[in-house]
Every structure is written in C-alpha cells, then in structure tokens.
C-alpha cells in the first residue's frame, strides 16, 4: 500500500436514532460529535436512520411507511388518455 494516501481507519459509535441501539466499530467515517462510551474511552459519533435494531427484516415488525397519494399520483400523471 501507498503511504499517506489511504483515510484513517479507527473506532466509532454508530447510533440508530429511531432506537437508540448503539455500537462499537472501526470505519473511516469522521464526527465532530463525540460520546463516551462503557469502556470509559470518547469516540467519534455516526448517527444512523436504520440499523439491525430497527430494520424490518432484522427484527421481523412490519414498519408503516406513509406512502399514501403516490401511486394515484403517479397513476394519474402517467394514465393512457
């Protein structure tokens, strides 16, 4: 590998902001936001829409996404005149 050219691969708290599920990983991603974490150590802070705690198919609950007018929407401005 290059020197210098590769981004700094180090520990980071994902958190899922639906569920407040919360875990402990190396990415390369960057935060200003840091929080302690139970080791006592700080680390950068990742907040996430969706993680494993709160995705459909991981925990089997069917979400309900309000997705109402779309499909008469695009039916009416596509319709065959």
């Known amino acids: 590998m290059k020197k210098g050219i590769h981004p700094e691969y180090k520990e980071v708290i994902f958190q899922d902001s639906s569920s407040n599920f919360s875990f402990l990983t190396k990415s390369t991603i960057t935060s200003n936001e840091t929080v302690k974490w139970e080791d006592g150590n700080e680390y950068p802070l990742i907040k996430v829409e969706v ?17 109402a007018g779309r499909v008469e929407k695009f039916n009416r401005k596509y319709k065959k005149k």
């Open 51 to 67: 993680s494993s705690a709160s995705h459909p198919f991981y925990t089997g609950k069917k979400l309900f996404v309000d997705t």
